[in-house]
C-alpha cells in the first residue's frame, strides 16, 4: 500500500542555517504529495502541494520539489527563521479516485535555536 | 471564517464509557475527514464524507468506532467502551469538493482514557 517515509525524527539548527527535511514515498500510481505544517498547540495547516501548473511549489520561503525517479518531496528552506520552528508533516494522496485520503509520514519536529 | 470547530476541546472517560466528538466544517466545505494524532503513530486517517455521504472508512476500527454526518453543518465521531488505547487526538478537517486534499484542520479533541 501506499506509504510515507520521514527519516528525521528531530532537526535541530540554528537560525540562518539551510533546511532540508526528508520525505520519501510508496505509492502504486503517481500520487500528488504535501507538507502540512503544525506550530505547538495549533491545528496542522497546508504548506506546500506538488501540483502547482508545472512550477515548483513555494510557501513562505520553503520550497519543494517532486522527483518521481528517487520517490521524494523534501522540504527545502535557504535560511531558516525562529518562527519555523514546527512540526512537520509530509503527506501522500492518491492521483487516482481523488479519493480525498492523505497518509500521512511520522512527522519532524524542527527546532530552530538562536 | 471561524474555520473548523471542534468540540469539546478536552475529553476524559473512564474505560468502558461511551464519547462523542463533534465536529463543524467550515461553511461551504462538502469534504469532511477525522484523523487520529498520536506521538507514536502520528496522523492516521479514520474516515471521510462527501456531500454527507461516506466516502472513505477504511481507517475506522472496524469495532467500536463510528461517524456519522447527519447535515452539512457537523459530523460526529462515537467511540463507545472506550478503552485506554483511544486515547490521543482527533482532529476533524474539511475541504471544498474540488480540493479535498487541502484540508483546513480544527483545534482538535484531546481523549484521555483512564
Known amino acids: 500500500g501506499d506509504s510515507v517515509t520521514q527519516t528525521e525524527g528531530l532537526v535541530t539548527l540554528t537560525e540562518g542555517l539551510p533546511v532540508m527535511l526528508n520525505c520519501t514515498y510508496q505509492?502504486?500510481?503517481?500520487?500528488?504529495l504535501f507538507w502540512y505544517v503544525q506550530h505547538l498547540n495549533e491545528a496542522p495547516k497546508l504548506l506546500l502541494k506538488s501540483f502547482t501548473d508545472n512550477k515548483r511549489p513555494e510557501h513562505q520561503g520553503f520550497h519543494a520539489t517532486l522527483h518521481k525517479s528517487s520517490s521524494s518531496f523534501h522540504l527545502q528552506k535557504s535560511s531558516a527563521q525562529l518562527s519555523d520552528s514546527a512540526l512537520y508533516y509530509c503527506a501522500l494522496g492518491s492521483a487516482t479516485g481523488n479519493t480525498g485520503k492523505l497518509i500521512f509520514g511520522l512527522g519532524t519536529t524542527l527546532q530552530v535555536q538562536p | 471564517n471561524a474555520g473548523v470547530i471542534q468540540t469539546p476541546r478536552h475529553k476524559v472517560t473512564g474505560k468502558g464509557q461511551e464519547a462523542t466528538l463533534w465536529c463543524e466544517p467550515i461553511?461551504?466545505?462538502?469534504?469532511v475527514f477525522w484523523y487520529r494524532q498520536t506521538i507514536v503513530q502520528g496522523l492516521e486517517f479514520l474516515t471521510y464524507?462527501?456531500?454527507?455521504?461516506?466516502?472513505?472508512d477504511s481507517g475506522m476500527p472496524k469495532e467500536r468506532f463510528s461517524a456519522q454526518m447527519p447535515n452539512q453543518s457537523h459530523s460526529t465521531l462515537k467511540i463507545q467502551s472506550t478503552q485506554p488505547q483511544d486515547s490521543a487526538v482527533y482532529l476533524c478537517?474539511?475541504?471544498?469538493?474540488?480540493?479535498?486534499?487541502?484540508?483546513?484542520f480544527g483545534p482538535g479533541t484531546r481523549l484521555t482514557v483512564l
Open positions: 478537517a474539511s475541504s471544498l469538493g474540488d480540493r479535498v486534499y487541502e484540508q483546513y
Open positions: 461553511s461551504g466545505h462538502s469534504a
Open positions: 464524507f462527501r456531500n454527507q455521504a461516506p466516502i472513505d
Open positions: 505509492s502504486t500510481y503517481s500520487p500528488f
